[in-house]
């Protein structure tokens, strides 16, 4: 069974960077055959699906955070990575990795809270 887990959160003030990191347990390319994606649930709200990165490279944002996010991934290393920048005070959330159908079980997420 693959397990998720998401790291690189924390407390950042407004207009600063987080790198976070999705990485998978497993052998082999587990992720390569799927579209993945960075989620966030923030207090209250559903989750929702922010960034998505397809095999070959394609990629699209939700508008909220496009120009600030950059997803990128790693299909040997299992790895699927969320550079964000320019983070705002909404952009408080836990986030999470997963593909685009949820095809794995949750991870535990990692908490970003953006604040002065």
């Known amino acids: 069974q693959v397990q998720l887990v998401e790291s690189g959160g924390g407390r950042v003030q407004p207009g600063g960077s987080l790198r976070l990191s999705c990485a998978a347990s497993g052998t082999g390319s587990i992720f390569s055959p799927y579209t993945m994606g960075w989620y966030r649930q923030a207090p209250g709200k559903q989750r929702e699906l922010v960034a998505r990165?397809?095999?070959?490279?394609?990629?699209n944002y939700v508008d909220s955070v496009r120009g600030r996010f950059i997803i990128s991934r790693d299909n040997a290393k299992n790895t699927v990575n969320l550079q964000m920048n320019s983070l705002k005070p909404e952009d408080t959330a836990v986030y999470f990795c997963?593909?685009?159908?949820?095809?794995?079980?949750w991870g535990p997420g990692t908490q970003v809270t953006v604040s002065s």
């Open positions: 997963n593909t685009v159908t949820t095809r794995f079980s």
């Open positions: 990165i397809t095999g070959a490279g394609y990629i």
